[in-house]
Nanobody
Framework: QVQLVESGGGSVQAGGSLRLSCAAS????????MGWFRQAPGKEREFVAS????????AYADSVKGRFTISRDNAKNTVYLQMNSLKPEDAAVYYC????????????WGQGTQVTVSS
């Protein structure tokens, strides 16, 4: 099992920035990809961005390309999501997730952190 703890959420005005962090612990040796997802009220959870644990290969949802950047610090077992030029539609609970060698799906999830964007 991998434990994930998100932090860095908060309230910001449109156009502002936030950086989310996700600290991993436990069987981190089994992680091969980390992702950020978000869920707004009344909507399905959606993919935001992901990064390979070792190689740094990244992927982004079209809605955040050019505004969000995912990165990782393996020494700290932490993944970050830098969010710039935030829009009201980015408001959601953001979840960190890990895909491990035990599954082909994201099988470890954090508790989520709230991001609020006011217009």
């Amino acid at each position: 099992q991998v434990q994930l703890v998100e932090s860095g959420g908060g309230s910001v005005q449109a156009g502002g920035s936030l950086r989310l962090s996700c600290a991993a612990s436990g069987r981190t040796f089994s992680i091969y990809r980390m992702g950020w997802f978000r869920q707004a009220p009344g909507k399905e959870r959606e993919f935001v961005a992901s990064i390979t644990w070792s190689g740094g290969s990244t992927a982004y949802a079209d809605s955040v390309k050019g505004r969000f950047t995912i990165s990782r610090d393996n020494a700290k077992n932490t993944v970050y999501l830098q969010m710039n030029s935030l829009k009201p539609e980015d408001a959601a609970v953001y979840y960190c997730a890990a895909k491990t060698s035990y599954s082909n799906q994201y099988d470890n999830w954090g508790q989520g952190t709230q991001v609020t964007v006011s217009s």
